[in-house]
Protein backbone atom coordinates (compact mmCIF):
# COMPACT_ATOMS: atom_id res chain seq x y z
CA UNK A 1 0.00 0.00 0.00
CA UNK A 2 1.19 3.80 -0.29
CA UNK A 3 0.52 6.13 2.32
CA UNK A 4 1.37 9.89 1.85
CA UNK A 5 1.44 11.74 5.10
CA UNK A 6 1.29 16.14 5.64
CA UNK A 7 3.10 18.03 7.98
CA UNK A 8 3.26 21.64 8.30
CA UNK A 9 -0.04 23.15 8.63
CA UNK A 10 -1.12 25.53 11.38
CA UNK A 11 -2.35 28.66 12.04
CA UNK A 12 -0.47 31.93 11.01
CA UNK A 13 -0.99 35.96 10.74
CA UNK A 14 -1.93 37.24 7.19
CA UNK A 15 0.83 38.26 5.49
CA UNK A 16 2.89 35.09 6.87
CA UNK A 17 4.30 32.01 5.25
CA UNK A 18 4.36 28.01 6.33
CA UNK A 19 6.00 25.43 4.76
CA UNK A 20 3.83 21.97 4.10
CA UNK A 21 5.71 18.98 3.46
CA UNK A 22 4.41 15.24 2.18
CA UNK A 23 6.01 12.08 2.87
CA UNK A 24 5.30 9.30 0.05
CA UNK A 25 5.90 5.69 1.45
CA UNK A 26 5.34 1.70 0.34
CA UNK A 27 5.72 0.05 -2.78
CA UNK A 28 5.90 3.00 -5.01
CA UNK A 29 8.03 2.11 -8.43
CA UNK A 30 7.61 5.90 -9.38
CA UNK A 31 5.87 9.32 -8.57
CA UNK A 32 5.18 10.28 -12.01
CA UNK A 33 3.13 13.95 -10.73
CA UNK A 34 2.49 15.19 -7.53
CA UNK A 35 1.01 17.67 -6.23
CA UNK A 36 -1.19 19.83 -3.42
CA UNK A 37 -4.94 20.62 -3.42
CA UNK A 38 -7.15 22.47 -1.06
CA UNK A 39 -10.91 22.64 0.37
CA UNK A 40 -12.56 24.90 2.35
CA UNK A 41 -15.44 24.48 4.00
CA UNK A 42 -18.87 24.89 1.58
CA UNK A 43 -15.92 24.68 -1.53
CA UNK A 44 -15.12 22.34 -3.96
CA UNK A 45 -11.24 20.69 -3.90
CA UNK A 46 -9.03 23.12 -5.66
CA UNK A 47 -5.94 22.58 -7.32
CA UNK A 48 -3.07 24.69 -6.04
CA UNK A 49 -0.60 23.20 -7.11
CA UNK A 50 1.30 20.32 -9.24
CA UNK A 51 4.73 19.28 -10.17
CA UNK A 52 5.80 16.45 -12.62
CA UNK A 53 9.09 13.94 -12.30
CA UNK A 54 11.27 16.01 -13.88
CA UNK A 55 10.00 19.53 -12.25
CA UNK A 56 7.19 20.97 -15.16
CA UNK A 57 5.41 23.05 -12.10
CA UNK A 58 1.31 23.86 -12.41
CA UNK A 59 -0.36 26.24 -10.01
CA UNK A 60 -3.77 27.73 -9.43
CA UNK A 61 -4.56 31.30 -10.43
CA UNK A 62 -5.29 32.41 -6.87
CA UNK A 63 -1.74 31.22 -5.65
CA UNK A 64 0.92 32.23 -8.34
CA UNK A 65 3.18 34.28 -7.50
CA UNK A 66 3.02 33.16 -3.27
CA UNK A 67 3.37 29.93 -3.57
CA UNK A 68 6.45 27.45 -4.64
CA UNK A 69 6.00 23.77 -4.91
CA UNK A 70 9.08 21.56 -4.94
CA UNK A 71 10.06 17.77 -4.46
CA UNK A 72 13.15 15.73 -3.33
CA UNK A 73 12.86 12.32 -5.69
CA UNK A 74 14.88 10.69 -3.12
CA UNK A 75 12.99 11.20 -0.38
CA UNK A 76 9.99 11.15 -1.90
CA UNK A 77 8.79 14.16 -0.61
CA UNK A 78 7.24 17.21 -2.15
CA UNK A 79 6.73 20.76 -0.30
CA UNK A 80 4.45 23.78 -0.38
CA UNK A 81 5.86 26.58 0.64
CA UNK A 82 3.22 29.83 1.17
CA UNK A 83 4.60 32.80 1.22
CA UNK A 84 2.18 36.49 1.53
CA UNK A 85 -0.88 34.11 2.80
CA UNK A 86 -3.97 35.03 2.67
CA UNK A 87 -7.17 34.50 4.74
CA UNK A 88 -8.77 33.23 1.75
CA UNK A 89 -5.82 30.57 2.01
CA UNK A 90 -7.88 28.79 4.94
CA UNK A 91 -8.45 25.17 3.74
CA UNK A 92 -7.70 21.77 4.76
CA UNK A 93 -5.04 21.04 2.11
CA UNK A 94 -4.43 17.75 0.94
CA UNK A 95 -0.94 16.49 -0.97
CA UNK A 96 -2.23 13.83 -3.92
CA UNK A 97 0.86 11.72 -6.02
CA UNK A 98 -0.41 9.61 -9.30
CA UNK A 99 2.01 6.51 -8.45
CA UNK A 100 3.35 3.68 -10.37
CA UNK A 101 3.88 0.53 -8.50
CA UNK A 102 5.24 -1.82 -10.77
CA UNK A 103 8.55 -2.00 -13.24
CA UNK A 104 7.59 -2.70 -16.94
CA UNK A 105 3.76 -1.36 -16.57
CA UNK A 106 2.35 1.96 -17.41
CA UNK A 107 -0.55 1.57 -14.70
CA UNK A 108 -0.65 4.54 -12.55
CA UNK A 109 -2.64 4.64 -9.90
CA UNK A 110 -3.35 8.12 -7.40
CA UNK A 111 -3.68 8.69 -3.94
CA UNK A 112 -4.25 11.07 -1.51
CA UNK A 113 -2.97 11.80 2.59
CA UNK A 114 -5.54 12.50 5.18
CA UNK A 115 -4.90 16.68 4.84
CA UNK A 116 -3.14 19.12 7.28
CA UNK A 117 -5.24 22.31 8.07
CA UNK A 118 -3.72 25.82 7.38
CA UNK A 119 -5.78 29.02 9.16
CA UNK A 120 -4.95 32.02 8.26
CA UNK A 121 -5.97 34.56 10.82
CA UNK A 122 -5.29 37.76 13.09
Known amino acids: QVQLVESGGGLVQPGGSLRLSCVAS????????TGWYRQAPGEQRELVAT???????NYGDSVKGRFTISRDNVKNTVYLQMNSLKPEDTAIYYC????????????????WGQGTQVSVSS
Open 51 to 57: ITSIGVT
Open 26 to 33: GSIFSIYV
Open 96 to 111: NAEVGLYRGSSARFSY
